[in-house]
Every structure is written in structure tokens, then in C-alpha cells.
């Protein structure tokens, strides 16, 4: 079993739309959960990071963390074609913070 | 632009030969890691320093591996007698907290 899952992709969605993109983790001590976004060729950039249950938000990004399914997610709202990327989710945890567990992820597709 | 950057961009190389890869964080970073990507996979630790102190390693890193960080600055990642199954993007990133900012990643390639 994989340690950090995350839904099988290519994910297409129309320009404006809501895009889904969902992470699972098995380790129960992951204290800390990330989303990165790479472009094709390029190294992956921190989009967005949560540590506690919940959502958090930031711009049209909004992360969900629900530690008792050991689950995470990503919403992107009013999708943009810019938005087009591999997104990787990352989950870490204890004192080791940084050695992160990366899933394999997921391409999303934002067509016009 | 993370400020991290890495040398060369692209190696290609013969199997069996030595190549070395370097990391320059910025200088806020006091903890510095190395993860590789393959394709259509995500990035896997390799190993990470606090200051000069390599604090981990990943059983990925077979003893034909070995990483410094002298005087807690810049990292070099070196990798000995090179195999086909090294061929991969090698990522070096900085950070404090748990948020990595990585660089723009080492492309190795060898035939």
C-alpha cells in the first residue's frame, strides 16, 4: 500500500470551474500536510500547507484536512488554464519536519 | 524564484562515471534536502542537513551516494560509478519549518 495516495488523474475541467483534487495518507502520526504544484519541466512549488482539521484558505485555494480519515484535499475555484500543472500532495510529520512523503500526483487539466 | 539554485542543470553521463551535483540554499534556510523525482512519479528524500549536520538518510541511498554540507552553506551530492537507474531529477530544497522551497533540480542522465 502506498503511503500518501492520491486520485488518479488526468483531471479535466472547464475554465471557472471547481477543481477536486483528493490525498490519503497512511501514516496517523503525519502531522503536517502540503500541496505542490509543477509545471511540466519545472521543480514543484509550495501552494499551500495545513497542519490542523479543517479547512484553510488562501485566494482560490482551499485546503481540507480531516485526520480522522487520514485525508486531505484541494479545491481550486474559478479554475484558470494557468492552473494546468501536476499537483503533488505531501504529508510529513514529528521533528523530521521537511522529510516529506510525496504521492505520485495528480495532472489537472483547466481547458478553455 | 525559491533563491535556491542548483549545478549543473543537466548532466549526462557514461554509466560508471562520478558526478556531483551542488545546492546553493539561501542563507535563512538552515535545513537543506535532497530528494529525486522520476518521471510521472513524486519526489522521493533522499537525505537533509541541519546546518552541517546530515541528521538523516534514506535507504534509497545506497553507499554509491554520499552528500556534505561543509560549514552548513552549500550541499554537494555526489554519486559514484553511476547506474541507468540513477538516470532521474535530483531536488535539493531549504527551509525552516516544514514548507520546502525548492530549486530548479539537476537533471541526470546516463546512458
Known amino acids: 500500500q502506498k503511503e500518501v495516495e492520491q486520485n488518479s488523474g488526468p483531471l479535466s475541467v472547464p475554465e471557472g470551474a471547481i477543481a477536486s483534487l483528493n490525498c490519503t495518507y497512511s501514516?496517523?502520526?503525519?502531522?503536517?500536510f502540503f500541496w505542490y504544484r509543477q509545471y511540466s519541466g519545472k521543480s514543484p512549488e509550495l501552494i499551500m500547507f495545513?497542519?490542523?482539521?479543517g479547512d484553510k484558505e488562501d485566494g482560490r485555494f482551499t485546503a481540507q484536512l480531516n485526520k480522522a480519515s487520514q485525508y486531505v484535499s484541494l479545491l481550486i475555484r474559478d479554475s484558470q488554464p494557468s492552473d494546468s500543472a501536476t499537483y503533488l500532495c505531501?504529508?510529513?510529520?514529528?521533528?523530521?519536519?521537511?522529510?516529506?512523503?510525496f504521492g505520485q500526483g495528480t495532472i489537472l487539466t483547466v481547458h478553455p | 524564484d525559491t533563491g535556491v539554485s542548483q549545478n549543473p542543470r543537466h548532466k549526462i553521463t557514461k554509466r560508471g562515471q562520478n558526478v556531483t551535483f551542488r545546492c546553493d540554499p539561501i542563507?535563512?534556510?538552515?535545513?537543506l534536502y535532497w530528494y529525486r523525482q522520476t518521471l510521472g512519479q513524486g519526489p522521493e528524500f533522499l537525505t537533509y542537513?541541519?546546518?552541517?549536520?546530515?541528521?538523516?538518510k534514506s535507504r534509497l541511498l545506497s553507499d554509491r551516494f554520499s552528500a556534505e554540507r561543509p560549514k552548513g552553506s552549500f550541499s554537494t551530492l555526489e554519486i559514484q560509478r553511476t547506474e541507468q537507474g540513477d538516470s532521474a531529477m535530483y531536488l535539493c530544497?531549504?527551509?525552516?519549518?516544514?514548507?520546502?522551497?525548492f530549486g530548479e533540480g539537476s537533471r541526470l542522465t546516463v546512458l
Open positions: 530544497a531549504g527551509g525552516n519549518t516544514g514548507e520546502l522551497f
Open positions: 542537513f541541519q546546518n552541517e549536520a546530515q541528521l538523516e
Open positions: 542563507s535563512e534556510h538552515n535545513r
Open positions: 505531501a504529508v510529513g510529520g514529528g521533528t523530521s519536519y521537511g522529510k516529506l512523503t
Open positions: 495545513i497542519y490542523s482539521n
Open positions: 501514516d496517523r502520526g503525519s502531522q503536517s
